[in-house]
């Protein structure tokens, strides 16, 4: 400790019981992502490095730590899609993150309905509010500091289709609060729900 600050080197440890890391970089939206095989299986999986990174088009990418399926699903077909997880459907998206045999349907595992894609042949939740349908930019194998290749694969897709459950619009807007998303927050077994929301405008100078 230096003072009232906590200070640490990743390199050396943190020197605290569990790493502090995710719980610092909190609460992240989930990326419950929705992929297909060559052959046509269809894998579901929650990852909790997720966020949006354009609008002009939409770009959304996830980092999957560990070249798992729905990594090597989008390299084979493009395509994936990224599924609102909430409140309502917290558990059922907790059991698609289970450690399944490749070829398992995490859809039948957790009890959802797929409903098809318009703009590419991935299913999406039809419980969730949101859907936002991918085609694939790019896969990047991350890097560290000295040039060696990580075991994390980030997926950048640009947004071709977006699905809004009917109920959660109020006026022409997106009901965030009414949908009650669920983020990641803290360490292993901790998630957030939005909470109370307040307005601030940018300034113009």
Not at 92 to 120: C, H, Q, W, Y
Request: a negative charge; glycine letters at 8%; proline letters at 7%.
């Amino acid at each position: 400790m230096t003072g009232d600050v906590h200070f640490y080197d990743p390199n050396e440890g943190h020197r605290l019981p569990h790493d502090p890391f995710k719980a610092i970089v909190a609460p992240r939206v989930i990326g419950w992502i929705s992929s297909r095989d060559a052959d046509g299986s269809v894998n579901l999986a929650p990852y909790s490095f997720f966020g949006a990174f354009a609008t002009f088009p939409y770009v959304i990418g996830f980092s999957s730590e560990g070249r798992k399926d729905s990594i090597s699903n989008i390299e084979a077909t493009g395509e994936f899609v990224w599924n609102m997880s909430t409140r309502p459907l917290a558990e059922r998206m907790n059991r698609t993150s289970a450690p399944v045999a490749r070829g398992i349907d995490e859809f039948e595992l957790a009890g959802l309905t797929k409903a098809p894609g318009r703009n590419v042949g991935v299913p999406h939740v039809a419980e969730s509010p949101a859907a936002l349908e991918c085609r694939l930019l790019q896969v990047v194998r991350l890097h560290d500091l000295d040039g060696q290749p990580m075991n994390n694969w980030l997926a950048l897709g640009q947004v071709v289709g977006v699905h809004i459950r009917s109920e959660f619009l109020k006026d022409g807007l997106f009901d965030t609060a009414a949908a009650r998303p669920i983020m990641r927050a803290g360490y292993r077994a901790d998630y957030a729900e939005i909470g109370e929301m307040f307005q601030m405008i940018r300034p113009s100078a």
